[in-house]
Protein backbone atom coordinates (compact mmCIF):
# COMPACT_ATOMS: atom_id res chain seq x y z
CA UNK A 1 0.00 0.00 0.00
CA UNK A 2 1.24 3.35 -0.91
CA UNK A 3 -0.05 7.03 1.16
CA UNK A 4 -0.82 9.62 -0.73
CA UNK A 5 -2.00 12.88 0.39
CA UNK A 6 -4.25 15.41 -2.08
CA UNK A 7 -4.99 19.34 -1.67
CA UNK A 8 -8.71 20.14 -2.14
CA UNK A 9 -10.23 22.98 -1.34
CA UNK A 10 -13.10 23.27 1.40
CA UNK A 11 -15.48 25.79 2.73
CA UNK A 12 -15.21 26.43 7.01
CA UNK A 13 -17.34 28.42 8.86
CA UNK A 14 -15.90 31.55 10.34
CA UNK A 15 -18.20 33.40 13.17
CA UNK A 16 -17.39 37.62 13.30
CA UNK A 17 -18.58 39.62 15.98
CA UNK A 18 -18.89 43.64 14.75
CA UNK A 19 -18.05 45.56 11.58
CA UNK A 20 -14.43 44.59 10.55
CA UNK A 21 -13.23 47.72 8.29
CA UNK A 22 -10.18 50.13 7.60
CA UNK A 23 -11.26 51.87 10.83
CA UNK A 24 -11.75 49.06 13.60
CA UNK A 25 -8.39 49.35 15.74
CA UNK A 26 -8.40 46.00 17.56
CA UNK A 27 -8.97 42.71 15.97
CA UNK A 28 -9.50 39.78 18.01
CA UNK A 29 -9.10 36.29 16.11
CA UNK A 30 -10.41 34.16 18.52
CA UNK A 31 -9.84 29.90 18.79
CA UNK A 32 -12.27 27.99 20.54
CA UNK A 33 -11.45 24.75 22.92
CA UNK A 34 -11.84 21.12 21.66
CA UNK A 35 -15.53 19.88 21.62
CA UNK A 36 -16.58 23.06 21.06
CA UNK A 37 -18.29 24.91 18.35
CA UNK A 38 -17.95 29.06 16.98
CA UNK A 39 -21.63 29.21 17.50
CA UNK A 40 -21.23 28.92 21.31
CA UNK A 41 -17.76 29.90 22.19
CA UNK A 42 -18.57 33.16 20.91
CA UNK A 43 -21.33 34.20 23.27
CA UNK A 44 -19.42 35.26 26.25
CA UNK A 45 -17.52 38.11 23.50
CA UNK A 46 -21.26 39.73 22.48
CA UNK A 47 -21.03 42.28 24.63
CA UNK A 48 -17.67 43.16 24.12
CA UNK A 49 -17.81 43.85 20.96
CA UNK A 50 -18.06 47.49 20.11
CA UNK A 51 -17.10 49.67 16.84
CA UNK A 52 -13.05 49.86 17.48
CA UNK A 53 -13.24 45.89 18.38
CA UNK A 54 -14.17 43.11 16.41
CA UNK A 55 -14.16 39.28 17.06
CA UNK A 56 -12.89 36.84 14.53
CA UNK A 57 -13.89 32.59 15.38
CA UNK A 58 -12.77 30.55 12.80
CA UNK A 59 -14.55 27.01 13.60
CA UNK A 60 -11.84 23.80 13.82
CA UNK A 61 -12.04 21.70 10.82
CA UNK A 62 -12.59 18.20 12.53
CA UNK A 63 -16.42 17.93 13.35
CA UNK A 64 -17.59 14.96 15.29
CA UNK A 65 -20.74 13.75 17.54
CA UNK A 66 -19.81 14.24 21.17
CA UNK A 67 -21.50 11.09 22.00
CA UNK A 68 -22.22 8.18 20.25
CA UNK A 69 -23.39 8.85 16.81
CA UNK A 70 -26.13 11.33 16.83
CA UNK A 71 -26.93 14.54 18.83
CA UNK A 72 -24.50 17.27 20.01
CA UNK A 73 -22.13 18.17 17.57
CA UNK A 74 -18.48 19.64 18.37
CA UNK A 75 -15.01 20.27 16.48
CA UNK A 76 -11.57 19.98 16.97
CA UNK A 77 -8.43 21.41 15.74
CA UNK A 78 -6.77 18.01 15.81
CA UNK A 79 -6.32 14.43 17.11
CA UNK A 80 -3.09 12.30 17.69
CA UNK A 81 -3.68 10.37 14.23
CA UNK A 82 -1.17 12.19 11.59
CA UNK A 83 -1.00 15.12 14.06
CA UNK A 84 1.66 16.50 11.98
CA UNK A 85 -0.49 16.77 8.85
CA UNK A 86 -3.24 18.38 10.73
CA UNK A 87 -0.55 20.95 12.41
CA UNK A 88 0.62 21.67 8.48
CA UNK A 89 -3.04 22.22 7.71
CA UNK A 90 -3.85 24.59 10.78
CA UNK A 91 -0.69 26.59 9.50
CA UNK A 92 -2.54 26.59 5.99
CA UNK A 93 -5.88 27.59 7.42
CA UNK A 94 -5.21 30.15 10.23
CA UNK A 95 -3.05 31.73 7.83
CA UNK A 96 -6.28 32.07 5.35
CA UNK A 97 -8.03 33.55 8.36
CA UNK A 98 -5.68 35.99 9.01
CA UNK A 99 -4.93 37.29 5.66
CA UNK A 100 -8.97 37.42 5.12
CA UNK A 101 -8.52 39.53 8.46
CA UNK A 102 -6.03 41.80 7.30
CA UNK A 103 -6.92 42.47 3.90
CA UNK A 104 -10.56 44.12 5.59
CA UNK A 105 -8.35 46.51 7.88
CA UNK A 106 -4.34 46.80 6.89
CA UNK A 107 -3.47 48.72 9.59
CA UNK A 108 -5.30 47.51 12.68
CA UNK A 109 -3.35 45.43 15.54
CA UNK A 110 -3.78 41.68 15.17
CA UNK A 111 -4.66 40.00 19.06
CA UNK A 112 -5.24 36.07 19.17
CA UNK A 113 -7.33 34.90 22.61
CA UNK A 114 -7.01 31.30 22.60
CA UNK A 115 -9.32 28.93 24.99
CA UNK A 116 -7.94 24.96 25.62
CA UNK A 117 -6.87 23.07 23.00
CA UNK A 118 -7.08 26.62 20.53
CA UNK A 119 -4.02 27.31 22.68
CA UNK A 120 -1.52 24.70 21.85
CA UNK A 121 -3.03 25.54 17.80
CA UNK A 122 -2.17 29.24 17.96
CA UNK A 123 1.16 28.93 19.88
CA UNK A 124 2.14 26.19 16.89
CA UNK A 125 1.43 28.52 14.55
CA UNK A 126 2.90 31.41 15.88
CA UNK A 127 6.11 32.63 13.62
CA UNK A 128 4.24 31.31 10.55
CA UNK A 129 1.28 34.16 10.46
CA UNK A 130 1.70 36.79 6.98
CA UNK A 131 0.73 39.14 9.59
CA UNK A 132 2.39 40.11 12.98
CA UNK A 133 0.08 38.97 15.88
CA UNK A 134 0.68 41.68 18.59
CA UNK A 135 -0.94 39.81 21.45
CA UNK A 136 -2.11 36.14 22.67
CA UNK A 137 -4.28 35.84 25.38
CA UNK A 138 -4.00 32.13 26.25
CA UNK A 139 -7.00 30.70 28.41
CA UNK A 140 -7.27 27.31 30.49
CA UNK A 141 -4.43 25.58 27.59
CA UNK A 142 -1.58 23.86 27.78
CA UNK A 143 1.46 25.03 25.97
CA UNK A 144 2.76 22.43 23.46
CA UNK A 145 5.58 21.12 24.63
CA UNK A 146 6.98 20.16 21.28
CA UNK A 147 7.14 23.95 19.99
CA UNK A 148 9.81 25.17 17.35
CA UNK A 149 12.20 27.31 16.63
CA UNK A 150 10.09 29.58 14.81
CA UNK A 151 7.38 29.44 17.30
CA UNK A 152 9.39 30.37 20.50
CA UNK A 153 11.40 33.11 18.95
CA UNK A 154 7.69 34.68 17.64
CA UNK A 155 6.56 34.23 21.56
CA UNK A 156 9.54 36.19 22.78
CA UNK A 157 8.65 38.85 21.18
CA UNK A 158 4.97 38.86 21.74
CA UNK A 159 2.09 40.52 24.37
CA UNK A 160 1.76 37.37 25.89
CA UNK A 161 -0.60 36.51 29.39
CA UNK A 162 -1.83 33.22 29.86
CA UNK A 163 -4.27 32.44 32.74
CA UNK A 164 -5.12 28.92 34.71
CA UNK A 165 -8.31 28.00 36.70
CA UNK A 166 -7.31 26.91 40.50
CA UNK A 167 -9.63 24.02 40.17
CA UNK A 168 -9.16 23.15 36.35
CA UNK A 169 -10.56 19.74 36.01
CA UNK A 170 -8.13 19.25 32.69
CA UNK A 171 -5.23 21.22 33.92
CA UNK A 172 -4.25 20.45 37.51
CA UNK A 173 -2.61 23.28 39.20
CA UNK A 174 0.81 20.14 39.15
CA UNK A 175 0.77 20.51 35.33
CA UNK A 176 0.05 23.95 35.04
CA UNK A 177 3.30 24.69 37.24
CA UNK A 178 5.21 21.72 35.15
CA UNK A 179 4.19 23.66 31.80
CA UNK A 180 5.57 26.91 32.83
CA UNK A 181 8.53 25.39 34.21
CA UNK A 182 9.44 23.68 30.74
CA UNK A 183 9.19 26.83 29.07
CA UNK A 184 11.38 28.97 31.59
CA UNK A 185 14.09 25.87 31.52
CA UNK A 186 14.17 25.02 27.76
CA UNK A 187 13.14 27.92 25.77
CA UNK A 188 14.02 30.50 28.63
CA UNK A 189 10.79 32.07 28.73
CA UNK A 190 9.34 33.24 31.84
CA UNK A 191 5.47 34.12 30.52
CA UNK A 192 3.38 35.90 32.32
CA UNK A 193 0.79 33.78 33.91
CA UNK A 194 -2.49 34.65 36.79
CA UNK A 195 -4.99 32.10 38.08
CA UNK A 196 -8.52 32.91 38.56
CA UNK A 197 -11.26 30.68 40.87
CA UNK A 198 -12.52 28.16 38.90
CA UNK A 199 -12.61 25.62 36.64
CA UNK A 200 -12.13 24.82 32.61
CA UNK A 201 -14.26 27.48 31.92
CA UNK A 202 -14.01 31.69 30.99
CA UNK A 203 -14.56 34.60 33.56
CA UNK A 204 -16.41 36.77 32.01
CA UNK A 205 -15.04 39.70 34.12
CA UNK A 206 -11.33 39.24 34.04
CA UNK A 207 -11.96 38.15 30.73
CA UNK A 208 -13.41 41.78 29.82
CA UNK A 209 -10.67 43.46 31.98
CA UNK A 210 -7.84 41.30 30.07
CA UNK A 211 -8.82 42.56 26.82
CA UNK A 212 -9.17 45.73 27.36
CA UNK A 213 -5.86 46.16 29.39
CA UNK A 214 -3.66 44.03 26.11
CA UNK A 215 -5.36 46.37 23.73
CA UNK A 216 -4.01 49.49 25.83
CA UNK A 217 -0.40 47.88 26.05
CA UNK A 218 -0.35 46.91 22.48
CA UNK A 219 3.51 47.37 21.12
Known amino acids: MRQHWISTEQEQRMDVLGELKPSTKHIWI ?6 QLVEFFQRPFRDLATEDRVFVFPQAPHKFYINGVSGR ?10 RLKDID ?5 LT ?13 PIHVLAFSQGVATIMRFLGH ?29 INFQGWFGDEDEFI ?17 LDLAVSLYKG ?21
Open 30 to 35: GLHGYG
Open 73 to 82: VGASWMTKDE
Open 89 to 93: NQKKY
Open 96 to 108: TVINWAHAKAPST
Open 129 to 157: SPARISTLLAWAGSWPSDASEENIKALSK
Open 172 to 188: SRQKQIEIQAHYKDKFE
Open 199 to 219: GHKFDKVILKSEIERLEQTTL
